[in-house]
């Protein structure tokens, strides 16, 4: 009953969210209740199966596959193979997952951190240094930077254009690029630009890089938390660290809020705002962003001499 209902949802679905729910009920739930005829299907025994995850400490894999199952339980109900819904009254039943907020950079942090980004190049692969660049200087969510392709960017009008079916949002996601990103991505090209994928992973060259490359990389460089005089960030933590920065330096909030790709819900009027307004506002951002970036860049690296302090709130005039 499973795949049945996974085959009616699929074509409503995105293919990757429809590959994830697949692999989660193939992992999880198939090899111990997937021999069951769903008319004897007993509360405890998907409690036993989301258990089972909950003990690995996957809480967020526990939710989800909870959720599928009471999906096809409920499918199962409609289309009258069950008289009642033996996941329905589950809710509740797993630990609360902790809320834990992305470790970022305050600003007096980012200097560090991109002065020493460059040695990464003697410990791994310089695509992932490039794709860490990229990712700061342009403050996209890291699996839309992870899946970016080739085709996407636009070189004439300096623009990277992310489809509507690789964004959280659903819809189509506008990136000005400034000159620092536009000569990175030329430093890309020459590493993939035959391939389709910007960001292809080392083994399969047709596949994303994996989703903890960027954040393993970050780690080496000592920002995992550990290191005195270092702070701890995730690739999605330079999101938070460009909004309030470029907050503080007083550019329109909703303009940041548009880059951010932070929008409401609101159908073809979340469409519309999104391509139509503060586009030029949005380049101005990028620009001064990547510029900014740049000053702290080279002070950090002139302010390595012992008893030098840096404040990186004076670096960048205000608006």
Known sequence: MAEEWWHHQKDVWKESHAKRVWTRLKINVFPLIGQHPVSDLKPQEIILVVRAIEKKDALDVAQRVLQDINRVCRYCVQTGRLASNPASELAGILKARKTEHRASLSRDELPAFLRVLPE???QGRVLTRLAIELLVLTFVRPGELRGARWDEIDWDDSLWRIPADRMKMGVEHIVPLSKQSIAVLQAIQVISGRLDLVFPSERRRHEPMSDNTMRRAIFRLGFDGSKPGKGKVTPHGFRA??????????????????QLSHMERNGVRAAYTHHARYKEERREIMQWWADYLDKLRRRSLVCELPGCQMSSGSVGEPI
């Not at 660290?241 to 548009?258: C, H, K, M, V």
């Open 120 to 122: 990464y190049d003697a």
């Open 241 to 258: 660290t460009a909004s309030s920065i470029l907050n503080e330096q007083g550019f329109n909030p909703d303009a940041i809020e548009r």
